[in-house]
C-alpha cells in the first residue's frame, strides 16, 4: 500500500463504515464501530501469536500465560474475529458480540468493564452490522510499510476525530484536535517521568506522549500515565485507544464525581502535564472546596472553573516540572470574581512561561477563542520573563467550517519556544512573537493577551500612530450612521474592548 493511499485509507474506512449508521447517532454508533475495531485489532494481534505458538512443539496456543508474557491480549475462542464473521449475517449476531466483549473482559481483568456491549439493542440493524463486521473483514490492516497495530492506531484515531466532528458540542468532550495536543506536547517534549491529565477524555494526550517518546528514540517504559475522567463512556473510549497503543492504563482512572471533587491521584507529583479542560465550566463544586489545599494563588470562581483546572494541575506538578493546558481566552484577561487576582499571584511567581494565542474553529464542540497555557515551576533560564506567541492568523481550513495547524505551523511555534528557552537564534517578531518582562506584563495589568505584546505585523504597519487610527476609525463609524443608537452593536463592543467608547 502506497503512502498516499495510506493517507486516504482511514478515510475511505469511515465513509464507508457511516454509510451503515443509518439512523443511529453518531454518539451511539461511535460504540459499535469503534468496539468492532478493537476487537480485530486485538483478535489479529492473538492470531499472530496463537499460529507462532502452533508451529513450536512443545507450546500451547491455548495457554492464556503464553499471551500474558508477550502483553498481548487472550481472546477466548467465541471472541475470536473469525468465529466473529462466520456468524456475521446471523440474526442473532449482536447478542453473539455482547458475548464476547464479555468473554474478553472475563479472560483480561485489565479490560473489564470496558469494552462496549451495545451490539444486541433493538435499534442497531443487524444487516448493517453485518455488512459493517464485512467491511472490516476485507480492509487489509497490514502492510509492508507500516506494523497493523500502528494501522489500528491511526484507524481507531481517526474514527474518534470524525465522531467528535459528527457530534459537534458533545464530541469535543471526549476529543482534542491531533494539532493542539501534537502542538503540547512538542513543546513540553515528555521523554521521560510521570504525565498527566486530569481530564483526559480519550486519552489523546497520552497517545501523543507515547508517538513523541518513539519518534525520539527513547524508550516508551520510560513515561508512566496517569488520568482521570468522569464520563465513564468516555473512559472506556480511553481505555481502547490506550490497549490498542499497548500502553499501561492501569492508573487512568473513572469516577462520577471527577477530579475537583474525588481527586483519584492525591499524592502524585507529574513530570508532565498535560490537559484540555472544559471551557468555562459551571458549577464545578466551590462550594464543597473553600479551604481545599489546591487553591494556593486564590479561590476560583463557582461559577468558572478555569483557574480550578489551572491550579489543580498546578498542584501536582512536580519542582521541575512543566506543565501545558487549553484554556478560553478569557483566562488571559478576566478580572471578575478574583480571576484577575490569581492570575496576577501565577505571574509574580514567576510560573508562567509562555503564552499562545490559538487560531478559531480549530475545536468540534466550541466557538469560543482559546490558547495554551505553559507554567513551569522552576525556571533555569528566562527568569522573570514570559513569552508570547500569536498563532491567530496561523492554519488552513480543512473544510467549510473547520481550522487546522499544518505541519510548518507546529513546527514553528515549538522551534521558537525551544529557542526562546535556550536564547539561541531567537528574536523577538512583530506581529508574532515577542520576550517580555515581568514588569511590562504588570504595566498592562496583568493581562496576558499575545496581541497586546507582539504588536501588528510590520507590513500591516504604516506608520500612523494607532491611537490617530482607531480616532479616524470612530468617526468615520459615526458618521455612517444617522443616530448612535443605530449602530451596530457588536462594532460598538469590539471598540469598547481596546479602549475606544463611542
Not at 442497531?124 to 480492509?139: A, P, Q, R, V
Not at 473513572?254 to 477530579?259: A, D, F, I
Not at 481527586?263 to 502524585?268: E, I, T
Amino acid at each position: 500500500m502506497a503512502k498516499q493511499e495510506n493517507s486516504n485509507f482511514e478515510a475511505q474506512l469511515f465513509k464507508a463504515a457511516d454509510k451503515l449508521r443509518k439512523n443511529i447517532d453518531a454518539a451511539e454508533y461511535k460504540n459499535v464501530a469503534l468496539g468492532l475495531i478493537f476487537l480485530k485489532y486485538i483478535s489479529e494481534n492473538f492470531q499472530e501469536l496463537y499460529d507462532k505458538l502452533a508451529k513450536e512443539e512443545f507450546s500451547d496456543p491455548e495457554d492464556r500465560d503464553e499471551y500474558m508474557a508477550e502483553s498481548i491480549f487472550f481472546v477466548p475462542e467465541q471472541a475470536r474475529w473469525k468465529n466473529i464473521q462466520a456468524k456475521a449475517k446471523l440474526p442473532t449476531i449482536g447478542q453473539e458480540l455482547d458475548n464476547a466483549m464479555e468473554a474478553i473482559e472475563k479472560e483480561n481483568p485489565e479490560l473489564r468493564e470496558v469494552l462496549p456491549k451495545v451490539f444486541g439493542k433493538p435499534n442497531l440493524d443487524k444487516t448493517s452490522l453485518g455488512s459493517l463486521i464485512d467491511l472490516i473483514s476485507d480492509t487489509e490492516l497490514k502492510n509492508t510499510s507500516e506494523k497493523s497495530k500502528d494501522l489500528f492506531g491511526r484507524v481507531y484515531e481517526y474514527f474518534l476525530g470524525e465522531f467528535a466532528n459528527a457530534e459537534g458540542k458533545k464530541g469535543g468532550q471526549f476529543y482534542t484536535p491531533k494539532s493542539i495536543v501534537k502542538l503540547m506536547v512538542q513543546m513540553i517534549e515528555p521523554y521521560k517521568g510521570r504525565v498527566y491529565d486530569p481530564a483526559c477524555g480519550s486519552g489523546g494526550m497520552f497517545v501523543m506522549s507515547e508517538k513523541f517518546v518513539k519518534e525520539h528514540r527513547g524508550n516508551i517504559q520510560d513515561i508512566t500515565i496517569y488520568g482521570q475522567e468522569s464520563n465513564q463512556t468516555t473512559w472506556k473510549l480511553s481505555k481502547m485507544n490506550l490497549a490498542i497503543r499497548n500502553i499501561n492504563s492501569q492508573f487512568v482512572s473513572w469516577n462520577t464525581e471527577g477530579s475537583f471533587l474525588k481527586d483519584l491521584h492525591p499524592d502524585l507529583k507529574a513530570d508532565y502535564v498535560l490537559a484540555n479542560p472544559p471551557f468555562n465550566q459551571s458549577d464545578w463544586g466551590q462550594e464543597y472546596l473553600q479551604e481545599d489545599a489546591r487553591w494556593k494563588y486564590g479561590l476560583p470562581p463557582a461559577g468558572n472553573a478555569n483557574f480550578a483546572w489551572m491550579q489543580h494541575m498546578l498542584y501536582h506538578l512536580a519542582p521541575h516540572g512543566v506543565m501545558a493546558t487549553v484554556l478560553a481566552n478569557g483566562s488571559l484577561s478576566s478580572n471578575t470574581s478574583g480571576e484577575g487576582d490569581i492570575r496576577k499571584n501565577l505571574i509574580q511567581n514567576d510560573l508562567v512561561e509562555c503564552i499562545v494565542a490559538l487560531p478559531k474553529q480549530l475545536f468540534y464542540n466550541t466557538g469560543i477563542p482559546a490558547c495554551l497555557w505553559f507554567l513551569r515551576r522552576e525556571k533555569k533560564s528566562r527568569k522573570n520573563e514570559i513569552l508570547f506567541i500569536d498563532a491567530s492568523e496561523m492554519g488552513f481550513m480543512k473544510d467549510r467550517v473547520h481550522r487546522d495547524l499544518s505541519e510548518e505551523d507546529m513546527a514553528k511555534i515549538a522551534e521558537t519556544f525551544h529557542q526562546w528557552r535556550k536564547s539561541e537564534n531567537y528574536e523577538d517578531i512583530r506581529g508574532y512573537c515577542k520576550s517580555a518582562e515581568l514588569s511590562e506584563v504588570e504595566k498592562h495589568g496583568f493581562v496576558l493577551t499575545p496581541g497586546r505584546y507582539v504588536g501588528i505585523t510590520e507590513e500591516e504597519d504604516d506608520g500612523i500612530p494607532f491611537e490617530e487610527k482607531m480616532e479616524k476609525l470612530a468617526t468615520t463609524l459615526k458618521g455612517q450612521f444617522a443616530k448612535e443608537s443605530e449602530m451596530n452593536e457588536e462594532i460598538k463592543e469590539q471598540l469598547k474592548k481596546i479602549g475606544f467608547n463611542l
